[in-house]
């Protein structure tokens, strides 16, 4: 294949070279007949294909119909991968079947607040889950030969100004937060192709940064495929070239192509530059080429039966007292809220794909209970105001019945790509029509649809909530199978439900300012941040009930001291106790106990969802390797793990921590630290190959030194915080002579050596 790509750039024009460096419509990429290269189609696909249809160039009125399977804030919550290999290959399926080559997602950008309108399309605030989950999706999907884009590459995670503004971030949290699920796809996937942001990162635009595309993603990590711009995000299309950039979307009518072709006539820019964009364009233009092939057969009840599993099993049951839940078909059920008829399924922009068929909330639960089932609008949906009329003709309804089940949630007008909400709040006229209910002498149960957290400031007052994220074209059925104990609730939160807002780790830094965001809570995202600063949420991360219970017990660790090189595998039982079948989302944190650095409380490192029947009980096993216990360290920029105790946490959230075992973890190459003028006395102590020497000379400046008592008879007898953080310096500064800068080289050098 290398040879057949070398031989067509060796035999094009630098007009036809330069043409390929971006699309020739919308969605297409450019053709050229002469050499036998054919165009590729691009669809935007994190929840469906939104394939445009008729007039409508880019699909946002008008795209051909397809599955709308639940968006991937919602499926994110079933922590299932082979569920989500389901979904991959289901998508790739209805792909082939429409003539597109490269589905745009999935979108693995951190939640960093839920304030970003786009967290709907987006998986979790925990990288590791979201790198897992990815996996699943690109190779279930690539390996039906359609290929993926994984965006937005990098520190996306807000829509305010989002083509301007520029991400301010250490390296150390840029690494382990928010590259490090990129990281994880493209070594264990292989995307096709990676999608840059629109905004900047640390000065430099995403499509032109060198760092990110050059020096992280193809050095280090050993990406094969090609990058691809956001839809307009390119500033400088000549230095997007040069930084790695193989093709710009959409066209320019040519302009881009012009300013590549001028800089490489005026020497600006070598063409070899050009061709290796070209190459590994090509590289993936053929491998899309040869698996061009058309899935025979009518997919839609197929995908529409998925995407009423997947949605089934995504839903997260918050709250459950005095087992509100499931329902009997012979209860008097009230069905209040708008929403249960005009059920929001999908998100806004990319995601908004035209079902093939729709199953409202409403619908389904009375085909379930029939005359049992009772509705009251309640609310206008698309309306912010309380309508009298309708909260009276709710209050009515809900006294004749013996459950109420009330349908709130958040309208598009509120969440979408292109722009953050503004709070955390329900619309008003939810919340007064919750208020009129809340005194009913009935259980109440609440439904939400929403793209990603509210508060829920009134949660004491529902007997039941379920979470149901934005659930697809299936989500009637799937509420419908949780409400009456169908199916059994197994869905988990992949992100913090707070309090209030102002409890969010980046409350105090999201949308400040216009043109720059500074990532000031640093690596503490999430639950990060809310299990070490002992900050109590409303549902952690991981959170999500059952009608049966599950027992975890017999952790067992492979070994109790491992070097870094080492796996550790982490073994326990799980057991069903209730009387239903049921699924755990089983979850294994670690915590440093002590490090150099600061470090979160404890961190998701592996995970594993079972199914068991009552009584069933099962052995899980959960393999951690070297990374699971490191940091990014900048100075060495690589990951580190310090010889130490780590504990291994195993349980049912972030928040639920059953299981407890310590290992030893021992580094076998630590890195060798480089001395300076500004390195501490401190810093050379702790050293175990330098401390001697430190030592020596510390008692050697006895009477020399103002800091250092001429009585002290041991180096401990010396040391306190002022002489601890002396850099070493500070020996020259404080001897008045008598401690020379020449001796502290020579002494600096000796510690080098």
């Known amino acids: 294949m290398e040879k057949d790509i070398n031989e067509r750039i060796n035999n094009m024009t630098l007009e036809e070279k330069v043409r390929f460096c971006s699309g020739a419509s919308f969605w297409e990429t450019e053709s050229l007949k002469r050499l036998s290269l054919p165009s590729m189609r691009f669809s935007d696909g994190p929840n469906g294909l939104r394939k445009p249809a008729g007039d409508d160039s880019i699909g946002l009125s008008n795209s051909e119909a397809a599955t709308c399977f639940p968006a991937p804030a919602a499926y994110a919550s079933s922590w299932d991968r082979q569920l989500i290999a389901k979904l991959g290959q289901a998508i ?9 080559q490269i589905v745009l997602g ?3 950008n951190i939640k960093r607040s839920p304030l970003g309108g786009r967290n709907f399309e987006y998986l979790s605030e925990d990288p590791y889950l979201a790198g897992e989950l990815a996996v699943s999706y690109i190779n279930s999907m690539q390996n039906k030969g359609v290929g993926t884009s994984l965006k937005h590459f990098a520190a996306n995670n807000k829509e305010y100004r989002r083509m301007e503004v520029d991400t301010i971030i250490d390296e150390r949290t840029l690494h382990e937060i928010y590259l490090a699920a990129f990281e994880k796809a493209v070594k264990k996937a292989q995307p096709w192709t990676v999608m840059t942001a629109y905004n900047k990162v640390n000065g430099d635009y995403a499509s032109e940064n060198k760092e990110l595309l050059q020096d992280v993603l193809h050095k280090q990590w050993g990406f094969e495929g090609f990058v691809v711009s956001d839809w ?13 950039l193989s093709v710009e979307m959409p066209p320019s009518g040519g302009l881009s192509d012009e300013k590549i072709k001028l800089a490489i006539q005026n020497g600006q820019l ?6 290796a964009r070209l190459k590994a364009y090509f590289t993936i233009l053929f491998k899309a080429d040869a698996s061009n092939s058309k899935t025979a057969g009518d997919l839609k009840e197929k995908h529409h039966q998925l995407a009423e599993e997947i949605a089934s099993d995504s839903i997260v049951l918050l709250r459950n007292e005095q087992q509100a839940l499931p329902l009997q078909t012979t209860e008097k059920v009230a069905v209040i809220g708008d929403l249960a008829d005009k059920v929001r399924y999908r998100g806004g922009g990319s995601s908004q794909v035209t079902p093939t068929k729709l199953d409202t909330p409403l619908d389904k639960l009375r085909e379930k209970a029939g005359e049992h089932i009772q509705f009251a609008q309640g609310y206008a949906a698309e309306a912010e105001e309380p309508d009298e009329k309708l909260l009276r003709e709710a209050e009515h309804t809900a006294k004749a019945a013996d459950k109420v089940i009330l ?20 619309p008003k006229n939810q919340l007064l029509l919750l208020e009129r209910l809340k005194n009913q002498n009935t259980q109440l149960i609440v439904v939400l649809s929403n793209g990603s957290p509210v508060e829920m400031p009134w949660y004491q007052h529902a007997d039941a909530i379920l979470e149901t994220y934005l659930g697809g074209q299936a989500i009637g059925s799937a509420i419908t199978n949780i409400l009456y104990g169908d199916t059994n609730p197994s869905g988990k939160l992949t992100e913090t439900f707070p309090v209030r807002l102002e409890d969010t780790p980046a409350y105090l830094n999201f949308n400040q300012e216009k043109n720059r965001v500074v990532y000031q809570e640093g690596i503490y995202t999430g639950y990060r941040y809310y299990d070490t600063k002992d900050v109590t949420p409303l549902y952690p991360f991981g959170h999500g009930l059952s009608y049966t219970t599950f027992q975890y017990s017999d952790l067992e660790l492979s070994a109790n ?3 870094d090189t080492d796996t550790l595998t982490v073994r326990f039982t799980l057991t069903n106790t209730g009387d239903k079948k049921g699924k755990e989302a089983a979850q294994v944190y670690i915590s440093d106990q ?13 995970f594993e969802k079972v199914a068991l029947e009552p009584g069933e009980k099962k052995e899980i096993a959960i393999v951690l390797d070297s990374r699971a216990f490191a940091f990014y360290d900048p100075e060495q920029q690589s990951w580190r793990v310090e010889t130490g105790a780590f504990d291994i946490l195993v349980g049912s959230s972030s928040k639920s921590i059953q299981l407890k075992e310590t ?3 021992t580094e076998t190459a630590a890195p060798t630290p480089k001395y300076g003028r500004n390195s501490t006395v401190s810093d050379v102590l702790e050293d175990p190959h330098n401390r001697d020497k430190m030592e020596k000379l510390l008692l050697s400046l006895r009477g020399k030194l103002g800091l250092i008592s001429e009585e002290a008879q041991s180096v401990e007898e010396m040391l306190f915080p002022m002489l601890n953080d002396l850099p070493l310096r500070g020996l020259v500064n404080f001897s008045q002579g008598q401690y020379t800068d020449k001796q502290l080289e020579v002494f600096i050098d000796t510690l080098n050596s």
């Open 92 to 100: 790739a399926e209805e792909a082939l079947a429409t003539d597109v």
């Open 106 to 108: 999935p979108g693995i």
């Open 232 to 244: 307009g995000a390119v500033d400088d299309r000549v230095r997007a070239l040069e930084a790695g």
């Open 270 to 275: 070598d063409e070899a530059v050009l061709d």
């Open 407 to 426: 349908f709130l949630g958040l309208p598009e007008e509120q969440e979408s790509e292109g722009f953050d909400r503004e709070h955390l709040h329900l």
């Open 561 to 563: 001291d491992i070097q």
């Open 594 to 606: 002590k490090s150099s650095v600061a470090r979160p409380v404890k961190e998701l490192k592996g």
């Open 663 to 665: 290992v030893e973890v």
